[in-house]
């Protein structure tokens, strides 16, 4: 079974906020924990590098990939009130992973309706030949074979931040970024089911109500005649 560790960028007490309300380490818990439920689904071991409340450093959330056949950093980004666009850094130390950083930054873009500013990888000015973040390098140096930083949209911008503070909305981006790592780890992708209201629901619970018939039926239960028996005469004599 592949292994994947969800990073959830930063933690409580980081101020990285956008203008209305959003705060990065809040989005990006919700988005790794859709992801995290959507690999599961598809059969693939998902854990994540901290809880809720917890704060680890960057070194430290790199260590924890040793062992695991990918890691994933989820962040949103920030910089000039105007700019957009969402971008997947790879490890310099991991080429191959530039086509799956790219789908990532395809999928993400026309799902936010923002420019996709593509595929990168960011060498380190003091380490030459190394990544410059620090959680890349880490997790090269635990060994794991695919390593992504992904920036989805600028929280600094008042439309991309819109978009995710809806957590349906991060939910969407979850389960794009889970088909391509199923593809990318050679795992069937399966969709979620999501099971719509049946029409005789409200009717059901209103019989429920009325005592006219007890609890636990589903509206396309097969009822026998006795069943029904009793339901008329429950129906008689309430």
């Known amino acids: 079974m592949p292994k994947v560790l969800i990073d959830p960028g930063h933690g409580p007490g980081n101020v990285n906020k956008g ?133 989805s949209g600028f929280h600094s911008n008042p439309q991309d931040e819109a978009w995710i503070k809806s957590s349906e909305n991060l939910k969407k981006l979850a389960e794009a970024q889970a088909a391509i790592l199923c593809q990318m780890l050679g795992v069937k992708y399966v969709a979620e089911v999501v099971k719509t209201a049946h029409w005789g629901e409200p009717l059901i619970r209103q019989m429920m109500d009325d005592k006219v018939i007890g609890s636990g039926h589903d509206p396309d239960d097969v009822v026998t005649w006795a069943e029904l028996a009793a339901v008329i005469k429950n129906i008689k004599t309430g």
């Open 19 to 151: 203008p209305t309300g959003y705060f990065e380490h809040v989005g990006m818990w919700i988005l790794s924990k859709h992801l995290q439920a959507a690999l599961i689904r598809c059969g693939i071991s998902a854990a994540l590098t901290r809880m809720e409340d917890a704060y680890p450093g960057t070194t430290a959330r790199g260590a924890m990939a040793k062992g695991y056949d990918c890691f994933i950093s989820q962040h949103s980004n920030a910089g000039a009130v105007s700019a957009r666009g969402c971008e997947v850094y790879y490890s310099a130390l991991r080429p191959n992973d530039k086509k799956w950083a790219a789908e990532i930054a395809i999928q993400s873009a026309q799902l936010m309706g923002n420019p996709n500013r593509g595929a990168l990888t960011k060498g380190s000015a003091a380490s030459p030949g190394q990544d410059y973040y620090g959680v890349i390098r880490a997790a090269a140096a635990a060994g794991c074979p695919h390593i992504f930083l992904v920036e």
